[in-house]
T-cell receptor
């Protein structure tokens, strides 16, 4: 059973454009919805996260939109820059992110073309 | 402050050899996690420690995999009789306590030939 489905697998966006990555989950017990960013040779790093009591959270150029009824959340990167080129993972979980092993999506390889 | 460190960064082992991978978590972090990341895939959970207690080892793929954290700080992931399918990046993460963010190390890339 695949608990987390992430799409697209890869994405190419022109510099200055909007990058959108989607994540669908099945477990209704999840209460923490993070996005991680991973550069080659590095471990994943938390980029932005949302809890289910709000539908949207914005931090700089990064926005999470959350749809509880559809069991989906998405990452929007505004004014995408070449430095945003990385692999992005969603990893929803039910313990606030700290006590349980995270279940990662398969990842989205994002390339921002200059 | 220092982040999570892992050593070695790269390890090549012949099939059948035993390997030991080390993780130094952030000082004071109670929780420690090990993940396995195959090429082009997301990390997969292996095991979790709270201090020295291994509370969850449900992700360990076989009894050839063993992890320990005897003094509640440094952790070692040991793989016995390595197989080619064990080739992956092994990531360690730590968090201050329950419901806090997990911080990841750079990983150890294991290649079994």
């Amino acid at each position: 059973q695949q608990q987390v489905k992430q799409s697209p697998q890869s994405l190419i966006v022109q510099k200055g454009g909007i990058s959108i990555i989607n994540c669908a989950y099945e477990n209704t017990a999840f209460d923490y919805f993070p996005w991680y960013q991973q550069f080659p040779g590095k471990g994943p790093a938390l980029l932005i996260a949302i809890r289910p009591d709000v539908s949207e959270k914005k931090e700089g150029r990064f926005t999470i939109s959350f749809n509880k009824s559809a069991k989906q959340f998405s990452l929007h990167i505004m004014d995408s820059q070449p430095g945003d080129s990385a692999t992005y993972f969603c990893a929803p979980n039910g313990s606030g992110g700290g006590a349980d092993g995270l279940t990662f999506g398969k990842g989205t390889h994002l390339i921002i073309q200059p | 402050g220092a982040g999570v460190s892992q050593s070695p960064r790269y390890k090549v082992a012949k099939r059948g050899q035993d390997v030991a991978l080390r993780c130094d978590p952030i000082s004071g972090h109670v929780s420690l996690f090990w993940y396995q990341q195959a090429l082009g895939q997301g990390p997969e959970f292996l095991t979790y420690f709270q201090n020295e207690a291994q509370l969850d080892k449900s992700g360990l793929p076989s009894d050839r995999f063993f992890a320990e954290r005897p003094e509640g700080s440094v952790s070692t992931l040991k793989i016995q009789r390595t197989q080619q399918e064990d080739s992956a990046v092994y990531l360690c993460a730590s968090s201050f306590a329950r419901a806090y963010e997990q911080y990841f190390g750079p990983g150890t890339r294991l290649t079994v030939t």
